[in-house]
């Protein structure tokens, strides 16, 4: 499968609305290699996570899959899972702080706020429906590609922008207090 071309901040279509993907269309074997596509260029980026936005095509797809990923070594991880249509709700008021990056916006990390817990209701690849809940650093993951389908990018969630970073500079700076607020989540959450 091609590696495609990841879309970067100030692309126009990172700030499209996506389009929401019948099932006869999600079948189609064209629809099934672009979302094979989608995960090759996710592993081949070492990303969390690709929405389709981010590879030019504005539909309600992304791809999730967290594995031992060296970008992210204090993420759990997530077995592959594609999201078509999906919709998150969140179901409690608690938030958690979250260094967030993103393969659109290179070398660049900031604090969002996001969910501790939301539902995910979803088709997989082939319409199955999905509806599960998904806690902690995982619902964070989860957030920010749903987000990419609505226009969104996690700079746009940063309330503060003093904890813009660079990766260089999260690394020397704020990873080992990260890794901590991480620890923790996963040890009352579980993921």
Excluded at 47 to 72: F, S
Excluded at 122 to 137: E, L, Q, S
Excluded at 138 to 152: K, N, R, Y
């Amino acid at each position: 499968m091609p590696i495609l071309k990841v879309a970067q901040i100030g692309h126009p279509v990172l700030r499209q609305k996506a389009r929401e993907v019948s099932r006869e269309e999600l079948l189609t074997p064209a629809f099934q290699a672009f979302i094979d596509s989608m995960i090759e260029t996710m592993r081949d980026a070492q990303g969390a996570g690709l929405a389709a936005n981010q590879v030019h095509e504005p539909v309600r797809v992304c791809v999730i899959e967290v594995k031992d990923n060296p970008r992210y070594p204090y993420k759990p991880n997530i077995p592959l899972t594609i999201l078509v249509n999906p919709v998150l709700t969140p179901l409690c008021g608690t938030r958690f702080e979250n260094y967030e990056g993103c393969l659109s916006v290179p070398d660049l990390r900031g604090i969002v706020y996001r969910s501790v817990e939301i539902r995910v209701e979803a088709w997989d690849r082939f319409g199955n429906p999905i509806d599960k809940v998904v806690r902690g650093v995982t619902a964070g993951t989860f957030q920010h590609e749903c987000d990419h389908l609505d226009g969104m990018l996690f700079v746009d969630r940063v309330e503060d922008p003093r904890t813009f970073c660079t990766w260089k500079e999260f690394a020397r700076q704020h990873e080992h207090r990260f890794r901590e607020h991480v620890k923790e989540l996963v040890e009352h959450y579980g993921s």
